[in-house]
């Protein structure tokens, strides 16, 4: 039964006992209408037909409500209402208390991605791993405009506000995954700012997170830098890849070539490319450090001047890293990389 | 009054509109919507209220500081003055009521004085919040720490920006109908401009005597 | 189609308030009289809607793939953003009321124009402006923060909003001063005779609409200056970076917001009523329920905006309350729709145009309603918010309902204002293609909200191609129909058949008046001894003008 309403109302698979309960209200509330809605279709049908005029000076007499129908009018939907509400309100309130034994994840949205942080260091990009079973709070902020956090496998949505932290949490119990969409409008990404639900076996969980906290504290051993956040270890072109990632650069440059926000890095470096000026440059270590700092400066043509400068917001290592990396990108047959279409593809784990 | 009508036969009123019957009527209309326009601006002015509460709640300490640094003496005398000046728009009013049109004119010119007086000592203060820096928003150079300080400020110049428009508004107004009356538009009959008048005034002292708890004490 | 009954003598009312007192443009533009001033406002809204319908389609089109199809990311935040805002604050909120109201209201109260005749045309110089404003802002860049302005995204944001703030803020004033006028008018203007208990549904009604413009409109003005002043200045009173509130934005759009839902919907309501009786030539069944249940819904609509909060971290008890609130206003729509449905019964029934617009009102309503109730239960909009759902709860109201009313109040007043009658037959096309055209377009939308794909996507993932690819199907239908009918009413202002004072045998106030009424609204003023939805004395006295003396006191019945 729930299978089939599931299917026929096209709800996404259910995650977790909240969502189960959550469409219970909903086949309710669905059922419940169309049943009403087809009673007063079929009422208004018998008048349409039964008091059909049937000639012109027809005079027809005055009806006038009693109590009753009052009563009715008023009592029956109002029943029906505060009985939803009386349902639905608690599986609301549900939502804000977490329970004590919850794994903590910190949630950052940013324009356009997700952030994932949990504690003792790790921290992801776009793919949130949660083990099965047990439950798990966020608390989601924002670092620029308003995002809003959202699985619907989960039947969960929480706003990520800048400036403030914002609390909820769920028990998925069905290892998979599920779908991340950011559900409040922040700009021009807004809809390619997806990210995913990798809910774990909750033993494969605990070795991934360890695994994680082992490799960051021997990154900490290796070579505390002082203003250097990367992680040595990893060639130049594998740290540049990395911040580009963080820093967003995927959401506009693909790096397969195809056309995007921006243009792609594939083959970037060395290339003629000619600006909306007309001028014609060629794409050396300079023109792509400049294009970072300060995008507005040269801008190539056919391409709307949308990129932010990256100023103060990378430090010179990191820029040194990303312009090997674009580097790398030269010959077209040595990256592939992950696709960045719009189209929703589950990220490989890595 | 009310039989104004019947002792002029020749016509009605120059001012009855063409789709009123009476003039009482007419007085009528335009008081209810004078006061649905009042209840309009109340409004306008509730939405920067309700933001000032919300932030006095939230960052009281720095709120409280920077209304202490407020001239609660300035604003006092505002207060004073503008009461006063609705008291001798209410004069006029009366005045109007019994045909002395040139007092009304008097009176109303007298209330724009006091609005004058008022704008004046306004812009004392204004001139003391920018020597001192006191700004809003990213303008913001007084000494209080935080963002409580610049969102006092910018809520400061909002609020009395606002009412000092409503001032100036209502100083043009007495003024018209100042001139109007000391020309002799209005009879102890007619006179409803002349109450409308006073009552937008009245509405300017009024949002000021809850501008002045709300913003200089605490 | 002979529609006029036999016995009404003057057809074609000669002296009218389209050629009297003169008929060039500039008459019109310097005009006080009100229905003149509502025909314009009729004729700005409908180009409005078609540029709203323009931007819909093009929203629908690129839907057509999952990637980009015919415009780039930041094209179709523009799009939709002035779609709404268009829809909105153009057409919707001035739609009936100012239009029809205008033309109507002072005729259904027995007046020769409304209050404040120079203040009407002042609101319509207002809408002028303000779309003006909003246009300008349209053609250099347009705003891409959707209609909710969200902070701090609208503040940050590099687009032009501050002239699309400051158009809708010009619109807020045009929208006061319409309600002011109403409210003096259905107050002072009643002409002896209407009584409170036989004023008619539709002056209820939008006399309750009216309450909230002058309530709810000023705070939105001010709550869009601080948006502009603050993308302007940076002001910061809504900016975290400056520790200002963006929640605190959110509260105060929604306190004007959602009241203002009611201003789109209590008009359609005002018409329905109307509608609901001349074609069932029946009395309204329970008059008083009726009447009561508009100010009922204008008072508790202020108390439930946080109903688009549930997600944004307020605390459970406000949302519980709000949740609770929402509920009760639900009440209100429950026993109009109640209400309507039972004054069929044992009625005349005469299935026109105006009564299919109604069929279809009733039932999108009852659907949009009900998908407003389940949004409402706070734990169900959880999954909800900012998906289609959404989309589709809104727009089977504005668009299925107010939408449709406004049809019915087309064709049902057409009549009156221009004189003549439209084809039935091609009206009858048209309904169909709407109708059809309409339920494809936004049910799938619900299922695309329920799968969860969310609202303001340029793209989206493959699996909800399918349903996006319907929806615009049906679109193209509902385009279709609206075109039909803007041809054949077109058609009808010069070719329609002379329509009478009265050709639907209505009851109602503003039928005992030629038809295009003239200069001053009746030349003789009834007694308006009967109410206005009083049909059981039938066929007694045929629709005619009543020439009677003016003043006479009134039978006490009503209803
Ligand atoms: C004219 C416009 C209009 C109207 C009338 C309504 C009416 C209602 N709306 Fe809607 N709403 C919008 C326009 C409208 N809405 C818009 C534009 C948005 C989105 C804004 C945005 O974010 O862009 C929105 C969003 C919206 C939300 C937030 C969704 C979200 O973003 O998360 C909610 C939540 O509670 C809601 C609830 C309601 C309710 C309870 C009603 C009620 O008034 C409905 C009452 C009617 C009925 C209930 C039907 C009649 C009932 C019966 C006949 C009873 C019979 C039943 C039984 C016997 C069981 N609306
Ligand atoms: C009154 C309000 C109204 C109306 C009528 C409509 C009408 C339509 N809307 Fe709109 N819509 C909104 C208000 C409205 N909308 C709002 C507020 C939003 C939210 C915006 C935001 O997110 O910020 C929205 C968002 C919105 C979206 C979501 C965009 C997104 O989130 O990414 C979509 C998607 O399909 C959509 C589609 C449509 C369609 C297909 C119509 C069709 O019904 C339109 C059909 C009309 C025509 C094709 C025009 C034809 C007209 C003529 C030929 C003129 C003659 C007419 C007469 C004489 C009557 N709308
Ligand atoms: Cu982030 Cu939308
Ligand atoms: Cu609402």
Same mark, same amino acid.
Request: proline share 7%.
């Given at each position: ?15 977790s006992?909240?969502?189960?309960d ?32 049937? &000639?012109?000076?027809?005079?027809t ?20 209402? %505060? @009985? ?7 599986q ?23 952030k ?10 776009d793919?949130?791993r949660?083990?099965?079973?047990r439950p ?6 924002s ?10 496998? %989960?039947?969960?949505?929480?706003d ?9 949490w ?5 290892? &998979? ?10 700009g ?10 990798v ?7 605990d070795?991934w %997170? ?6 960051l504290?021997?990154?900490q051993?290796?070579?505390p830098t002082p203003?250097?956040?990367? @992680?040595?270890g990893?060639s130049?072109?594998?740290q540049g ?19 995007h926000?921006?243009?792609t890095?594939l &083959? ?6 000619? @600006? ?8 050396d ?5 400049r ?15 949308v990129?932010?400068?990256?100023q &103060?917001?990378?430090t010179?290592?990191e ?5 090997e990396?674009v580097?790398? %990108?030269?010959n ?9 279409g ?5 990220i490989?784990s890595? | ?8 036969p020749g ?10 019957e ?5 007085g ?11 209840a ?31 001239a ?5 005398v ?9 008291l001798?728009?209410a ?9 002395r ?15 004058l ?22 303008s913001?150079?007084g ?13 400061y ?15 043009t ?5 100042g ?29 000021w005597?809850?501008?002045?708890p709300l913003?200089?004490?605490? | ?20 007192? !003169? ?7 310097t005009?006080?009289?009100h ?13 409005? =809607?078609?540029v709203?319908?323009f =931007? ?5 089109v690129?839907?057509?793939?999952p990637?980009?199809?015919?415009m ?13 805002v268009?829809m909105?604050f153009?057409?919707m909120i001035p ?7 205008n ?14 005749p ?11 402006l303000g779309?003006g ?23 940050t944001t ?6 699309i ?8 004033f ?18 002896? /005779?209407i ?6 549904? *539709?002056v209820?009604?939008?006399?309750a ?5 002058i309530?709810?409109?000023?705070v ?9 002043i ?15 509130d ?6 105060? *759009? ?6 203002a839902?009611y201003?789109?919907?209590l008009?359609?309501m ?14 309204i069944?329970g ?6 249940s508009s ?14 909060l549930?997600?944004?971290g307020q605390?459970p008890?406000?949302? /519980?309350?709000?949740?609770a ?8 729509t429950?026993i109009k729709v ?14 026109k145009?105006?009564f299919?617009?109604?069929? /279809?009102?009733?039932? =999108?309503? =009852? ?12 734990s ?22 107010t939408?449709?009313?406004f ?7 057409w ?12 009206a009858?096309v048209a ?14 939308q ?11 996507y ?8 399918a ?8 679109a193209?239908v ?14 009808a ?24 009424p ?18 059981h004395?039938?066929?007694? !006295? ?5 020439? /009677?003396?003016?003043g ?8």
């Open positions: 039964m729930n299978d089939l309403l599931r299917r026929l109302l096209d709800l996404p698979e259910q995650a006992q909240h969502a189960r959550v469409d219970g209200l909903h086949y309710f509330i669905v059922l419940t209408t169309l049943l009403v809605g087809l009673a007063i279709f079929a009422t208004t049908i018998w008048f349409l037909v039964r008091f059909q005029r049937r &000639g012109e000076g027809e005079a007499p005055e009806v006038q409500p009693t109590r009753w129908h009052e009563a009715v009018f008023i009592g029956v939907p109002l029943a029906f209402f %505060l @009985l939803w509400f009386a349902i639905g309100f608690p609301y309130v549900d939502l804000t208390r977490p329970p004590p034994d919850a794994m903590d994840v910190f949630v950052q949205g940013k324009q356009w991605m997700w994932f942080a949990y504690a003792g260091g790790p921290s992801s990009l793919v949130l949660v083990p099965a079973g798990v709070r966020l608390l989601i902020t670092r620029d405009v308003i995002h809003s956090f959202f699985v619907p496998a %989960l039947r969960l949505k929480q990520a506000l800048p400036g403030r932290y914002t609390e909820t769920f028990n998925a119990d069905r290892p &998979g995954r599920y779908q991340i969409f950011c559900a409040e409008y922040c021009l990404s807004h809809s390619g700012m997806l990210a995913e639900l809910v774990m076996p909750a033993s494969d969980f070795d %997170l360890a695994t994680q906290r082992r490799g504290t021997r990154a051993d290796g070579a203003g250097e956040a990367l @992680l040595p990893t130049l072109v594998e890849r990395t911040v580009a990632a963080e820093q967003g650069c995927f959401k506009c440059h693909s790096v397969d070539g195809s056309r926000i921006g243009p890095f &083959g970037l470096y060395r290339r003629h490319e000619r @600006l909306s000026t007309g001028e014609l440059v060629t794409a270590e300079a023109y792509i450090t294009s970072m700092m300060d995008p507005a400066a040269q801008v190539v043509a056919d391409y709307q001047n990129m932010p400068s990256f &103060g917001r990378m010179p290592p820029v040194a890293a990303v312009v990396f580097k790398s %990108l030269a077209p047959a040595e990256q592939p990389g992950p696709s960045e719009p189209a929703y593809e589950p490989p890595k | 009054m009310a039989d104004h009508a019947a002792a002029a016509g009605p009123h120059a001012a009855l509109a063409h789709h009123f009476s003039l009482e009527k007419q009528q209309a335009q008081r209810l919507g004078m006061w649905l326009f009042l309009t601006e109340i409004l306008l002015f509730t939405a920067l209220f309700a933001a000032y509460g919300v932030y006095r709640y939230l960052y009281t300490g720095a709120f409280a500081e920077a209304s202490r640094g407020l609660t003496w300035m604003g006092g505002n207060t004073f003055v503008l009461v006063t000046s609705s001798t728009v004069l006029g009013l009366d005045a109007a009521r019994q045909g049109t040139r007092r009304t004119a008097g009176l109303f010119f007298l209330s724009i004085g006091l609005g007086v008022f704008m004046t000592l306004k812009a004392v203060e204004y001139r003391h919040h920018f020597l001192l820096g006191e700004l809003p928003g990213p913001y150079r000494h209080i720490p935080g963002s409580g300080g610049s969102l006092f400020f910018s809520l110049f909002l609020i009395t920006g606002l009412h000092a428009f409503h001032v100036l508004a209502g100083m107004v007495l003024g018209v109908i001139v109007k009356a000391w020309r002799g538009a209005y009879s102890a009959e007619y006179h409803v401009p002349v109450e409308l008048a006073g009552l937008y005034w009245h509405l300017v002292d009024l949002i005597i809850f501008v002045f913003i200089y004490l605490q | 189609m002979s529609p006029s009954p036999a016995s009404s003598p003057p057809v074609y009312a000669v002296r009218n308030y389209l050629n009297t007192p !003169a008929t060039g443009l500039r008459s019109w533009l005009t006080r009289d229905k003149r001033i509502g025909v314009m406002f009729l004729v700005a809204v409908t180009v409005a =809607f078609a709203g319908g =931007f819909a389609m093009l929203i629908r690129e839907h057509l793939t990637g980009p199809t015919i780039d990311a930041m094209t179709y935040n523009r799009v939709f953003t002035l779609h709404g268009v909105i153009l057409f739609a009936i009321p100012s239009g029809f109201g033309f109507l209201l002072p005729i259904m109260v027995g007046a020769k124009d409304v209050a404040f120079r203040l009407n045309l002042l609101s319509f110089y207002l809408y002028l779309a404003i909003a246009l300008w802002g349209m053609i250099h860049g347009g705003a891409d923060t959707g209609w909710t302005f969200y902070t701090p995204y609208s503040t590099s687009s032009k909003v501050v002239p703030l400051l158009g809708a803020f010009v619109l807020g045009s929208s006061i001063l319409t309600g002011l006028n109403f409210i003096v008018t259905t107050h002072t203007l009643r002409a002896p /005779g009584t409170w208990t036989k004023l008619p549904l *539709f209820w009604s939008i006399y609409t009216s309450v909230i413009q309530l709810a409109t000023p939105l003005g001010m709550t869009l200056l601080l948006v502009a603050e993308h302007a200045f940076g002001w910061g009173i809504f900016d975290p970076a400056r520790g200002g963006p929640v605190l934005f959110q509260h105060f *759009f929604w306190f004007y917001s959602h009241p839902v201003i789109m919907i008009p359609a005002a018409v329905i009523s109307e509608v609901v009786c001349a074609f069932s030539r029946k009395n069944f008059y008083k329920a009726v009447a009561y100010l009922g819904i204008a008072f508790v609509g202020f108390f439930t905006w946080g109903h688009h549930f997600t944004s605390s008890y406000d949302a /519980g309350i709000f949740g609130l929402s509920m009760f206003v639900g009440i209100f429950a109640f209400n309507w449905v039972a004054t069929m019964y044992k009625g005349s029934i005469d299935f145009t105006p299919i617009y109604f069929l /279809g009102f009733l039932f =999108f309503l =009852f659907f949009g309603g009900m998908t407003g109730i389940a949004l409402a239960t706070v169900l909009d959880i999954h909800w918010q900012d998906t289609y759902f959404v989309v589709a709860h809104f727009h089977f109201i504005m668009v299925g309902s939408m449709m009313a049809l019915a109040a087309l064709h049902y007043w009549p009156k204002m221009t004189g003549r009658m439209y084809s039935e037959r091609w009858l309904a169909v293609f709407i109708i059809l055209g309409f339920v494809f377009t936004f049910l799938p619900f299922l695309l909200g329920n799968e969860g794909m969310p609202r303001r340029f793209s989206y993932p493959e699996r909800y191609w349903l996006n690819v319907a929806s615009t199907a049906g193209s509902l385009a279709i129909g609206f075109t039909i009918v803007l041809g054949y009413i077109l058609v202002l010069r070719y329609g058949a002379v329509a009478g004072p009265n050709p639907w045998g209505s009851r109602g106030y503003e039928w005992l008046t030629p038809s295009p003239p200069l001053e609204n009746f030349d003789v003023l009834p007694a308006f001894e009967r109410g206005p939805h009083q049909y004395d039938l066929p007694a !006295a045929p629709p005619t003008p009543a020439p /009677g003396p003016a006479e006191a009134a039978g006490a019945s009503h209803g």
